[in-house]
């Protein structure tokens, strides 16, 4: 069964940093929910897309015909949004008639009675995305627009922009539940933060690569020994049976990836009273013996016939291996095996873990 949504969120908000909302996020949740709570509009941002263009290129991307807003700022900053036909109409017949119809508007100029019914919409947008942010830089682009003016026509809209570069947020709503669509642009001034502003946003810019490599999980399993069970013997077995470790050895501990995959061979113990697993990189090693393998090593170990002179000139000279290599490569010391007592493996396991011993056990 998957997580829900909300499940997801809440997971992700408790495990890891909480990262600050973005101004196109906020933007469109203010925009939503102003026309929803001002006016009881649906509307619903279907599509956004954000940019940064210079003061000389953002009139140039407007259409002929749309409803341009202007807003000033205590600081002498000018932002402006430009609506068009459509989400006008929607707007206005909202506020008149309490319904918006799907009949395309019919195409006329735009008053000043028209922009003194949008205004306040546009005014609540910008004071509810306010309250979203969380970035300085964001605060500051928000901060203190009211209504002003509207702007006949383009070249009034680039005679009215006064800073160099501006931020540009396009968006595309859904009006009346999908009775009509619109199209809403947002420009706010690209304002250079002061210091107190600029320390405050590199504080929420999150860690760096390596100060964030710290807190990855990785998933890794140990692997101390592996064993065969016929399937008779595996469904038989109950709570308390004591399954014997064959061949298993704390200092040849298999490292698997979370596919399964062996990663690298290390040695089972402990660091600061957790569990470790130190890995051997300069000692590789064959996978831990299976009772397979282990027989087939015994077999492996019988007489084996020697090649006289003749034969070995007349095989490459990568096949040429000794019967004693092939036996010093799968020799054990028996110094690193485990006591042949199960209960003192058990034992010496545990200790290295960091678990308590079983109850009775005593020291080995």
């Given at each position: 069964?998957?997580?829900?949504?909300?499940?997801?969120?809440?997971?992700?908000?408790?495990?890891?940093?909480?990262?600050?909302?973005?101004?196109?996020?906020?933007?469109?949740?203010?925009?939503?929910?102003?026309?929803?709570?001002?006016?009881?509009?649906?509307?619903?941002?279907?599509?956004?897309?954000?940019a940064l263009r210079a003061q000389e290129d953002v009139t140039a991307r407007l259409k002929q015909g749309w409803l341009i807003l202007l807003f000033g700022s205590d600081h002498g900053s000018v932002a402006a949004v430009c609506l068009d036909p459509g989400c006008v109409s929607a707007v206005i017949q909202q506020q008149t008639i309490a319904i918006v119809?799907?009949?395309?508007?019919?195409?006329?100029?735009?008053?000043?009675?028209?922009?003194?019914?949008?205004?306040?919409?546009?005014?609540?947008?910008?004071?509810?995305?306010?309250?979203?942010?969380?970035?300085?830089?964001?605060?500051?682009?928000?901060?203190?627009?009211?209504?002003?003016?509207?702007?006949?026509?383009?070249?009034?809209?680039?005679?009215?922009?006064?800073?160099?570069?501006?931020?540009?947020?396009?968006?595309?709503?859904?009006?009346?539940?999908?009775?009509?669509?619109?199209?809403?642009?947002?420009?706010?001034?690209?304002?250079?933060?002061?210091?107190?502003?600029?320390?405050?946003?590199?504080?929420?810019?999150?860690?760096?690569?390596?100060?964030?490599?710290?807190?990855?999980?990785?998933?890794?399993?140990?692997?101390?020994?592996?064993?065969?069970?016929?399937?008779?013997?595996?469904?038989?077995?109950?709570?308390?049976?004591?399954?014997?470790?064959?061949?298993?050895?704390?200092?040849?501990?298999?490292?698997?990836?979370?596919?399964?995959?062996?990663?690298?061979?290390?040695?089972?113990?402990?660091?600061?009273?957790?569990?470790?697993?130190?890995?051997?990189?300069?000692?590789?090693?064959?996978?831990?013996?299976?009772?397979?393998?282990?027989?087939?090593?015994?077999?492996?170990?019988?007489?084996?016939?020697?090649?006289?002179?003749?034969?070995?000139?007349?095989?490459?000279?990568?096949?040429?291996?000794?019967?004693?290599?092939?036996?010093?490569?799968?020799?054990?010391?028996?110094?690193?095996?485990?006591?042949?007592?199960?209960?003192?493996?058990?034992?010496?396991?545990?200790?290295?873990?960091?678990?308590?011993?079983?109850?009775?056990?005593?020291?080995?």
């Open positions: 069964m998957t997580k829900s949504a909300l499940a997801r969120k809440l997971s992700a908000r408790q495990g890891g940093v909480d990262t600050p909302r973005s101004i196109l996020r906020a933007l469109r949740l203010g925009l939503a929910r102003a026309a929803g709570d001002g006016m009881g509009l649906a509307l619903a941002v279907i599509g956004a897309k954000q119809t799907s009949d395309p508007p019919s195409e006329r100029m735009f008053t000043d009675t028209d922009a003194a019914m949008v205004a306040p919409l546009i005014e609540d947008m910008l004071g509810r995305a306010q309250k979203l942010v969380e970035s300085p830089a964001d605060m500051a682009s928000l901060s203190g627009f009211e209504f002003t003016s509207r702007a006949e026509d383009r070249r009034s809209l680039t005679l009215a922009l006064m800073d160099e570069a501006y931020r540009v947020f396009d968006l595309t709503v859904e009006l009346a539940g999908g009775s009509r669509q619109g199209e809403v642009c947002v420009l706010l001034p690209d304002r250079p933060l002061s210091d107190a502003e600029q320390e405050a946003e590199n504080s929420l810019a999150g860690k760096n690569l390596d100060q964030a490599s710290g807190v990855m999980r990785a998933e890794l399993n140990a692997v101390i020994s592996r064993i065969s069970l016929p399937l008779t013997a595996l469904s038989e077995l109950t709570v308390g049976d004591v399954i014997p470790l064959q061949g298993a050895r704390v200092d040849r501990v298999e490292v698997l990836s979370i596919d399964r995959a062996r990663m690298a061979i290390g040695r089972l113990g402990q660091c600061g009273g957790m569990r470790a697993v130190r890995i051997n990189e300069h000692n590789p090693v064959a996978t831990l013996p299976t009772k397979d393998e282990q027989s087939f090593l015994a077999r492996k170990s019988g007489p084996v016939s020697k090649l006289d002179d003749d034969e070995k000139s007349a095989l490459p000279d990568e096949e040429i291996v000794t019967s004693e290599q092939e036996m010093n490569d799968t020799l054990l010391n028996p110094d690193d095996i485990l006591p042949s007592n199960p209960d003192q493996r058990v034992a010496e396991i545990s200790h290295l873990a960091g678990l308590p011993a079983p109850e009775g056990d005593g020291p080995y």
